[in-house]
Antibody, heavy 121, light 110 residues
């Protein structure tokens, strides 16, 4: 069974760093892109970026490039999303999801349950 | 503002049919496949439709998808109160090299 298990909720202060995780199981981790998506309170889904774990190739949305880093550890089948300096506007639910298919046919077929990040002084 | 345009809300009575549109351009919907996601209140999104009109295992045939040119449509027949959710379309944009979602449509079953 394919599973994406995300790390627990986080409460941080502005300026702090954070790394959240998405541990996968049940499939070949290095064979599929993994994406990170943001959902701010009461808002829609936003694509942040994706990583291909086998080569650690990444693609970022211009909206998030430079503010977050997506990485992966093949040895433990886990993808990460990290911030070096959080802002209050980073308060949101963050989802990881597996990207299935080839790029013209891509779709997010499996999702984690989300990690709630709250940034407040 | 999303590049893929969806109506903010739609509503219909139980048992009725509703359609949700998703409008894009030649660099996204026009040349790539569309998927749809259902997000029930307080839960993570779930894949509802992929490759324009294919249903994952477990999705009832009350849900259908179609695409024409630069627009896609999700149809839901025999509406149930359990269908109340936010629905998102998504696809890859080949010119921008990024994935995009529509702004989401809130379905209310009256």
């Amino acid at each position: 069974e394919v599973q994406l298990v995300q790390s627990g909720a986080e409460m941080k202060k502005p300026g702090e760093s954070l790394k959240i995780s998405c541990k996968t199981s049940g499939y070949g981790f290095t064979s599929y892109w993994i994406g990170w998506l943001r959902q701010m309170p009461g808002k829609g889904l936003e694509w942040m970026g994706i990583i291909y774990p086998d080569e650690s190739e990444t693609k970022y949305s211009p909206s998030f490039q430079g503010h977050v880093t997506i990485s992966a550890d093949k040895s433990i089948n886990t993808a990460y999303l990290q911030w070096s300096r959080l802002k209050a506007s980073d308060t949101a639910m963050y989802y990881c999801a597996r990207l299935y298919g080839d790029y013209r046919y891509w779709y997010f077929d499996m999702w984690g349950r989300g990690t709630l990040v709250t940034v407040s002084s | 503002q999303s590049v893929l345009t969806q109506p903010p809300s739609v509503s219909a009575a139980p048992g009725q049919k509703v359609t949700i549109s998703c409008s894009g351009s030649s660099s996204n919907i026009g040349n790539n496949y569309v998927s749809w996601y259902q997000q029930l209140p307080g839960t993570a999104p779930k894949l509802l439709m992929y490759e324009n009109n294919r249903r994952p295992s477990g999705i009832p045939d009350r849900f259908s998808g179609s695409k024409s040119g630069t627009s896609a449509t999700l149809g839901i027949t025999g509406l149930q109160t359990g269908d109340e959710a936010d629905y998102y379309c998504g696809t890859w944009d080949s010119s921008l090299s990024l994935w995009m979602f529509g702004g989401g449509t809130k379905l209310t079953v009256l």
